[in-house]
Nanobody
């Protein structure tokens, strides 16, 4: 079965950086699409970034373009989210989502989430 495990969250000051990891299993990672979503306190879950693992094509939400970068290591079945120039409004629980068919859909496959807190 599909399993996703996020790691790398924590407390960081504004302007700092963090790298999140999502380790995947239970499907063919190299032909999938992987996405990151986040849920700020009291708000709906929102899209952050997506990558198609076969082509490495990426898209990102306007709010994070130029600051957050998604990538994968297909040999290790890991998706990353490099977050730079963090702002207080980036505070959220970050979730990994997988589409095993590689269609870029938001699916029912979620990790447990990792907390990112940006605060001085």
């Amino acid at each position: 079965q599909v399993q996703l495990v996020e790691s790398g969250g924590g407390l960081v000051q504004p302007g700092g950086s963090l790298r999140l990891s999502c380790t995947a299993s239970g499907f063919t990672f190299s032909t999938s699409s992987m996405s990151w979503y986040r849920q700020p306190p009291g708000r709906e879950r929102e899209f952050v970034a997506q990558i198609t693992t076969a082509s490495a094509m990426t898209i990102a939400a306007n709010s994070v373009k130029g600051r957050f970068f998604i990538s994968t290591d297909n040999a290790k079945n890991v998706a990353y989210l490099q977050m730079n120039s963090l702002k207080t409004e980036d505070t959220a629980v970050y979730y990994c989502n997988a589409d095993p068919k590689g269609w870029g859909r938001r699916t029912e496959y979620w990790g447990q989430g990792t907390q990112v807190t940006v605060s001085s």
